[in-house]
């Protein structure tokens, strides 16, 4: 045979072993993730597959899409061993065990994961619990802020309030708390706490005692919150109880503010991943602020170290307040996701049922106070904390512009550490809690109401301070 011959009948034995190759790679996995405690498909979560043989193993990943769905083609014949993650496993410290299948040769395989119940994981968090709808489990570490070791002396303290009605279908308000010391490892426990309800949270270690955090346990019944204290930059609790003992009386003189050796660097970014110029930033209770620049960047330097409340605000997007771990002499990067206020331009009527359901159906209720549109704009107000400005009886304002808060004059509802003045919760379009009253234009707004005190405001808000709820204007419903 000439080379002339040889080379066709070379290329077609390539061809031959190499469509042998692609018919042994035939086989497919496919299924879906489903997030049980949610009760809806698992998007974005990652599955791992690895195949056990035959040799070499060979690892894939695949991310499911909107509905859950996830796929691997091109498989080779053999014995598979494949699980998957959701950001609300990772939470919990959860690893979900691998489940090992055999797969033939242009066979395709469906397997379908969902998440473990919420009852199984306050059972697991939470052995001697009674199940009971609407209660969950808070749980964590404790560590030192300046050491990184566990803070094995610490306490952590919770409150609530919760909303009652009595047998006159009067609301009764009850605060409610629990501290629990944590283990000689850092660990806590919180067991029974409420679900879908704004906690205050506190570390307290001897005479000291870190910032107060606002957490919620959601549906699943259980949250993982890591926690620290630095001795160095709490406040003492002799402080705090002088500080309480003032905002009884209506003195709104607060304690010196916090600083430290601590970093904190990050990006602020708009929901569409544009980076936002101009947004101020700031630890709560901390010294110093500062504002990104063009590039969405901030950097604050001497900050306290231990669990600490990041707040970002900027004019025409909602307060956002996040969670960080600050440490002495360290620098710690995160990036901020602000979402915009949507408010319609003033529309003309064109039907009688109102655009404010919620809003209609509690002014019916008897409780809270109510301005509609059309008192709005005969009050003329420049900013919308004029509305509250010794014009609403149980409501008081300090500052002006991007720094005025609202405080209720009804008292407050004690915990250590919650300083200065009882400062009103403000809800934006029933949506967004603890947002500053000036982010909305009063030209905007469609209706409001206001709560002085926990009676009566709705029981899915923070309300220990009272609430506002503001409606931007919207089309009304035909």
């Not at 609300?88 to 969902?114: C, K, N, W």
């Not at 609301?171 to 944590?182: F, K, L």
């Not at 379009?429 to 709560?451: C, K, M, R, S």
């Amino acid at each position: 045979m000439s080379s002339r011959q040889l080379i066709p009948w070379c290329l077609a034995g390539l061809f031959a072993t190499a469509f042998a190759a692609s018919a042994q790679r035939s086989a497919r996995i496919q299924g879906t993730v489903t997030d049980s405690i949610h009760a809806k498909p698992a998007a974005a979560a990652p599955v791992l597959l690895t195949r056990l043989s035959p040799e070499p193993t060979e690892f894939r990943s695949a991310i499911t899409d909107e509905k859950g769905r996830f796929h691997f083609d091109t498989l080779v014949a053999g014995h598979y061993a494949i699980t998957f993650a959701t950001p609300y496993l990772d939470s919990l410290h959860l690893i979900m065990p691998d489940r090992e299948l055999r797969v033939a040769e242009g066979q395709t395989v469906q397997i379908d994961f969902a998440t473990p119940s919420g009852a199984t994981l306050r059972a697991a968090a939470c052995p001697d619990l009674q199940p009971e709808q609407g209660k969950g489990a808070l749980l964590g570490k404790v560590t030192d802020a300046d050491t990184d070791q566990p803070l094995s002396s610490a306490r952590v303290a919770v409150s609530w309030t919760e909303l009652t009605v009595d047998s006159a279908l009067h609301p009764v308000t009850t605060a409610r708390g629990a501290m629990v010391a944590v283990d000689s490892l850092g660990r806590y426990h919180l067991c029974g706490v409420p679900t879908n309800t704004w906690l205050l949270v506190q570390v307290q270690n001897s005479d000291r005692a870190g910032s107060v955090l606002t957490m919620t346990v959601d549906a699943g019944g259980v949250l993982v919150r890591d926690l620290s204290l630095s001795s160095t930059a709490a406040r003492s609790l002799a402080s705090l109880d002088s500080a309480a003992a003032a905002a009884a009386h209506h003195d709104t003189t607060t304690p010196s503010l916090l600083t430290g050796t601590a970093t904190l660097a990050g990006t602020v970014r708009s929901t569409s991943g544009q980076p936002l110029s101009r947004a101020q930033v700031r630890i709560r209770d901390a010294r110093v602020l500062d504002y990104t620049d063009s590039l969405g960047h901030f950097t604050l330097t001497n900050q306290p170290a231990g669990s600490q409340l990041l707040e970002v605000r900027r004019v025409g997007y909602l307060l956002d307040q996040v969670p960080v771990e600050l440490r002495s002499g360290r620098r710690v990067e995160t990036t901020v996701t602000l979402a915009r206020i949507v408010s319609l331009d003033s529309i003309r009527i064109v039907a009688h049922r109102s655009a404010y359901t919620d809003f209609e159906r509690r002014r019916t209720e008897g409780f809270g106070r109510f301005l509609d549109e059309k008192e709005i704009e005969q009050q003329h107000p420049m900013e919308t904390s004029d509305l509250f400005r010794d014009r609403l009886p149980g409501f008081s304002v300090e500052g002006s512009g991007d720094s005025a808060k609202v405080f209720t004059t009804h008292g407050r509802f004690e915990l250590s550490g919650a300083l200065g003045p009882c400062k009103v919760n403000v809800v934006i379009d029933g949506l967004f809690q603890h947002q500053d009253v000036n982010l909305v234009d009063p030209a905007t707004i469609g209706a409001v109401e206001a709560y002085p005190g926990p009676a009566g405001a709705p029981i899915q808000y923070d309300r220990a301070c009272g609430v506002i709820v503001i409606w931007t204007k919207r089309q009304a419903v035909r």
